[in-house]
């Protein structure tokens, strides 16, 4: 992932965005310092092939934690790019993001992505 693609990327959350802006890589771990409570993120595996696209509105720790918890999914999860959003974007927003980040980059393991609904 170059920052150019970082940036494209973290374009989809537009004001949501949090001022400390995208980072990463970071190594996956529930230990990584982020400000943000609403993020979303890209977890590439050793080849750097990004796996998986998620989010959370509890914080990085706890959801890390939570994913952590399956071994057998997260085995060869490596590294991290983390799309921080505004405290105030709500859920329905930060499922919105994700899955428009998602639609854009075709993560190879994740089961499922959020719908991206069309406000009329």
């Not at 750097?48 to 706890?62: A, D, E, F, H, Q």
């Not at 085995?75 to 790019?81: F, G, H």
């Not at 329905?92 to 993001?97: F, G, P, S, T, Y």
């Not at 980040?101 to 069309?118: F, H, S, Y």
């Amino acid at each position: 992932m170059t920052p150019v693609r970082l940036a494209s990327l973290a374009a989809y959350a537009g004001d949501k965005l949090h001022p400390d802006g995208p980072s990463g890589p970071l190594p996956f771990s529930p230990h990584i310092s982020v400000s943000a409570r609403n993020v979303v993120y890209l977890v590439c595996g050793w080849s750097g092939r990004i796996l998986y696209v998620g989010s959370t509105t509890v914080g990085v720790r706890t959801r890390f934690s939570q994913h952590l918890a399956s071994l057998t999914k997260t085995l060869d999860w490596a590294s991290v790019y983390i799309i921080p959003l505004t405290d105030g974007t709500s859920e329905r927003d930060v499922r919105r993001i994700e899955g428009r980040i998602g639609l854009a980059v075709g993560p190879e393991r994740n089961k499922a992505l959020p719908r991206i609904a069309v406000d009329c």
